[in-house]
């Protein structure tokens, strides 16, 4: 899947002036030195003059330097490709390895696709790689020095006056004063690219002032004098390519509802399907949104990445959590809170304070879990997310013993599903992300069950099984109705009424092994003990049954692939 998404994001190189493409070698950098036998490099003619470089074997050093010809971070020119971010870093950190033959392919045609320019600054990395021979300063063959950058591009040589007035927010003072005491630094790759754009546009006079201090004639910066007759003109035009810039879309809206698409049908896949899978989408598509949002998107882009990146951690929250692993779980919670503050969602803050009542639940934190679910009712503005957070409000109050409390929450549930129960940006996700019924009448099973109210546990419990079995196939979670079907056999051998309690567990003994959620664990051990009362000592039901209950087997997660 990840594959797919990545292929959608459209990257065009930009390329330079003719003036000052010609200026542009770039230098050499450690990840550009590695095993030249496997790199031969034949530059052919194309059309239009461009030099077009075939590489009969790419390397990972050879692909570091396509790399940095676009001048792109490990995440951005992952992207690029379609491949894993750490497909990329391992280039970097293994110059010698030899990418698999799909990968040469991605690669070939990557370069083959790429501008002139950025062919050219390849072709200049490139050759001082495969390059052997005589005097060492790369004139004539020789492999450049990894630490030297060349003479032509020292950052002396642009006219940082012009630089400065036309990029405030990156040629700051302190910048442009290291640029003078260190004329050989190589700037970042942001500001490489914030060069090349200057260069591009600016005036001829300027380019020929370039060119000449370029060519030797004036090493140091030497202040001008100004003209500011066009002032007026300029700040006209620099206004307008701001308003440009304020109303355009960094991140293409066909991605972004694409990457919406594909958390709802995880949502909704997420209560039906076994889990393991789930999880790997979610894994694939979190690296989707986390490279939108590092890739800095428009500010009224930012709120909604934030949204949809905290939207997903919340799923995944919610599969470690199920997997058995409630500290990544709470790790994953906390990253999406601080998407949630970063979108200024109140939607998502609550539903990810409910999330974490729920780890904390399980995690026989019930204090805290009672912590989270209050503190969520200050955020929720809709009633399934107040009925929800009430619900588990109320079971963590049953856990701690807190018979009044519990009452009392599960009261103020009710009251509010009888509200109209419209939705929100988190719950038209649907799926896990929604709080239906049949979900409420499960938690009001579970809380009236640990006060000990089994006759109205049952009932819910039932209410909430008979709603899943009949209603829709993609609606139906396997894991609620599992533990709704605990709730009821505990108010059953609560009765005495064993072969009951045994009926009703034969659809949990049933569930496949990917469907055995971990808080089964739990649910489970609570039906042992009242096996082992005293009373029923001599009931072969009893006997048969937590037999049954002992071979059943909750599968532990890997550890080493939950993300």
């Known amino acids: 899947m990840a594959a797919g998404l990545l292929r959608l994001f459209p990257f ?85 390895i030899v990418p ?80 003078h005491q260190k004329p050989d630094l190589t700037p970042k790759t942001d500001v490489q690219e914030l060069l090349d754009t200057a260069l591009e546009r600016a005036s001829e006079s300027a380019r020929e002032r370039f060119a000449q201090r370029l060519g030797g004639q004036s090493a ?79 500010p009224k882009q930012a709120r909604e990445l934030f949204f949809l990146a905290g939207t997903n951690l919340l799923l995944l929250a919610h599969a470690s959590q199920n997997l058995g692993e409630p500290g990544s779980g709470m790790a994953q919670a906390r990253a999406a809170a601080a998407c949630a503050e970063q979108a200024d969602h109140d939607g998502l803050r609550a539903w990810v304070a409910g999330t974490q009542a729920l780890i904390a639940e399980w995690s026989r934190r019930h204090r805290d879990a009672v912590d989270f679910a209050r503190r969520g009712q200050a955020y929720a503005a809709t009633a399934q997310s107040r009925v929800r957070l009430a619900s588990l409000e109320a079971r963590a109050l049953a856990r701690a013993g807190n018979r009044k409390g519990a009452t009392s929450a599960l009261d103020r549930a009710r009251r509010d599903w009888d509200t109209i129960l419209e939705s929100d940006d988190v719950t038209e996700f649907g799926g896990l992300l929604t709080f239906p ?53 505990l108010a059953r051998l609560a009765r005495d009424e064993v072969d009951g309690a045994e009926e009703i567990l034969s659809g949990v003994l049933q569930l496949p092994p990917e469907q055995r959620i971990q808080q089964l664990r739990d649910g489970l051990v609570r039906v042992r003990r009242a096996l082992a009362l005293p009373r029923y000592a001599n009931s072969s039901y009893c006997s048969d049954l937590s037999e049954a209950l002992e071979t059943f087997v909750v599968p532990r997660p890997d550890r080493r692939t939950l993300g």
């Not at 050219?120 to 630490?147: A, C, H, I, M, N």
């Not at 009236?448 to 099984?465: M, R, T, V, W």
């Open 12 to 96: 065009m190189a930009t390329s330079t002036s003719e003036s000052a493409r010609h200026h542009h070698a770039l230098p050499m950098q450690p990840w550009c030195i590695g095993n030249a036998s496997a790199m031969q490099a034949a530059p052919t003619e194309q059309k239009g003059g461009a030099n077009l470089v075939v590489v009969e074997t790419w390397t990972g050093a050879s692909a570091s330097c396509l790399k940095h010809a676009f001048r792109k971070s490990n995440e951005a020119f992952a992207e690029h490709l379609g491949v894993a971010v750490r497909t990329v870093a391992n280039w970097q950190t293994r110059p010698e």
């Open 100 to 179: 698999s033959p799909s990968l040469q392919e991605v690669l070939d045609t990557a370069l083959e696709k790429a501008s002139e320019a950025v062919r050219e600054r390849f072709y200049l990395l490139y050759d001082g790689q495969v390059s052997k021979t005589s005097t060492g300063d790369g004139s004539d063959g020789t492999r450049l020095d990894p630490g030297t950058p060349p003479s032509d591009r020292t950052t002396t040589s642009l006219d940082v006056v012009e630089f400065g007035a036309r990029y405030p927010e990156k040629a700051a003072d302190s910048t442009v004063a290291t640029w």
């Open 220 to 298: 140091t910066f030497e202040p001008e004098h100004v003209d500011h007759t066009d002032d007026v003109g300029r700040a006209a035009r620099e206004a307008l390519e701001f308003a440009s810039w304020a109303l355009s879309d960094r991140v293409d809206p066909l991605i972004l509802e694409h990457v919406q698409y594909e958390l709802r049908r995880i949502a909704v896949d997420y209560v039906h399907t076994p889990l393991r899978p789930v999880f790997e989408d979610l894994l694939r598509l979190r690296d989707v949104t986390f490279g939108l949002v590092r890739e800095r998107p428009h």
């Open 437 to 489: 019924l049949a979900k409420a009448s499960y938690y009001a099973g579970g809380v009236l069950s640990l006060i000990g109210d089994h006759n109205q546990a049952e009932a819910a419990a039932l209410q909430a099984i008979n709603i899943y079995e009949t209603g829709p196939s993609e609606e139906r979670s396997y894991g609620d109705e599992a533990l709704a079907r605990v709730d009821v056999a």
